[in-house]
């Protein structure tokens, strides 16, 4: 099998760096999150897209916390970490302090979405100048897999055994949708990671995010669906596809408004 | 400005004055969720602000309003969100780690009657936290108080919490309102321009060390840290109370906040009558001033203790007095129908039985 590391003997050539994979903007390499995860390259796109557009010495990036807050003492963008569910409110009290930087949140669905819902419609509304960003896996990924707001109907989950049944536990927030119907949005897109393709296309949204921002067109949000093997209990190899089939046909990816031009 | 006149007097309600003070105490951000008595102070700093190129923010909900205090802060805006007890409770997760995020701020916390002494003065939220308290008695006394608390939070970088009532916020009264002060940014506050630099700039209540390879947060370096932080400050800060006519006093009454007001008219009252009696107001709530309580105590039959609830201020008191005398709790909810706080007990007759009842036992 090509590729493959025998791993029962000693190397017979030392180890050597072919790459350093590490991105701008991130201090260190290395990371907590389980192998498949979606969210370090999610993470690392919202950093290029910083980098690309030369925001990095304006950029400050508020944390809720999340599988994701692993990254939060780990990046050479400033970074205010705030309470699970309430990184709007932080984000917005930053940037009416400092109206010429740029604001982001980096949440998920279980702190924005369940925790955190009434933050970021009134941010929304308010028409603040800063972008949301939520990394959506389904599920409450650092503590093992429970279901959120955002678990799609069947899925499997700790607290739901059976999988989601909407007469037990109701039916998921679609949280972009929603966004997308209010007038102080500018800027709603939903992406995905599971491909290179999708990586892609999720970064052009999120590009298009922090022009909205820059702009001052209103508030900007991007969700991104994102793999966890381990929360939704299935091998990392499956996640992609697992990915696409059950998240992404509910949480339907897509440029949701674009009123930046307006 | 070449006005070198002295401020002049002016009538205003306690709100305004608050409002007025924190203005002129560098205040530049405010944001809040209406609420009897806290009300006022928002209003008025919604119509103050933008006139100094601040910023106010009606808050969708105590726990918004906090965010956004907690967000400004970081950027080393001198900031202050406040409501009632309340709504403070809505708040004491953020106002939790805002301290352990090492960052300064006041919160104003027009209570109403003073059964929020325990919430105010332990810290309501979770952790090894404590908050700078000061509880003035007078709208005179805030206006001192709040430059006070600006200067604290942004010594300490810690939240102080200023504690007032109904009455507080509602009496008007002549105070003069000090001068403008101008605080610099801090250079821990977030602006993004430490971005890029290999050492961009973290706020964190998990701790802000960047990390390493092997580490990400480390909290228990965190909580030592800050739990060292808090001892120390705790120390630092210098107690305030008001005593009066302790030297001599058989029965020594300690009061805080408008209450003390009364609590010192009946003892005036009863001094002229002939009774040894003095009291004890304690200004500062954490720290509390332990070592002029327990002074007053020394030499006293006994130490009465008033506040409007069921008696939460007593703990410091006894724990201050320490044996020395008898601490005997002679105060008790008293609340109208509206629950605001306006007390029927709040009377010279009152107080002065309660207090004669001490000293004939």
Known sequence: ?262 | MTDTAAPARRLLQGSEAIAEAMIAAGCRFFSGYPMTPFTEVLEHMARLLPGVGGICMNAESELEAVGMAWGAAATGTPAATGSTGQGLSLMQESLAEITLARLPLVVLDMARAQGDYYQATRGGGHGDYRHLVLAPADSAEAVTLIGLAFDLAERWRNPVLVMGDYYLAHTARSVTIPGPVDRAVPAWGLDGSSGGTGRAKLISFLGSAKQRDDVGYDLAAHYADCAAHTSTMAHAVKPLAEVTDTEDAEVVVVAFGTPARYVQAAVRELRSEGLAVGTVRPITLYPFPTEAVARAADGARVVAVYENNQGQMVDDVRLAVLGRAPVEFIGGLSLDSSGFGIAPDLDVRVLKERISRVVAS
């Open chain 1, 1 to 262: 099998m090509t590729g493959f590391v025998p791993t029962d003997r000693p190397p017979s050539a030392p180890a050597r760096l072919v790459d350093d994979f590490t991105p701008a903007l991130i201090d260190v390499g290395a990371h907590h999150l389980c192998p498949g995860c979606g969210e370090p390259v999610a993470m690392r796109s919202a950093l290029e897209a910083v980098d690309e557009l030369g925001l990095t010495r304006r950029a400050i990036a508020v944390f809720g916390i999340g599988c994701y807050t692993a990254f939060s003492n780990n990046l050479d963008v400033e970074v205010l970490q705030a309470l699970h569910g309430r990184a709007p409110s932080v984000a917005t009290g930053v940037k009416r302090a400092r109206p010429d930087s740029i604001v982001f949140t980096v949440q998920g669905d279980g702190d924005m979405v369940s925790e955190g819902l009434q933050e970021v419609l009134h941010t929304a509304a308010r028409g603040e100048s800063v972008t949301c960003i939520m990394l959506n896996n389904g599920v409450f990924g650092e503590t093992g897999g429970h279901m959120s707001a955002a678990t799609v109907v069947g899925q499997r989950t700790k607290t739901s055994l059976e999988g989601r049944d909407p007469d037990l536990h109701g039916r998921p927030i679609l949280l972009a949708s929603l966004l997308a119907h209010v007038d102080g949005a500018a800027y709603v897109a939903r992406g995905l990671v599971n491909s290179a393709g999708n990586v892609a296309r999720t970064k052009k949204m999120l590009l298009r995010a922090f022009e909205a921002q820059e702009r001052r067109a209103g508030f900007s949000f991007v969700e991104i669906l994102t793999m966890c093997p381990t929360g939704w209990f299935v091998e990392t190899e499956e996640a992609p596809g697992y990915l696409e089939d059950n998240l992404a046909a509910v949480h339907t990816p897509g440029v949701l408004k674009d009123e930046v031009d307006r």
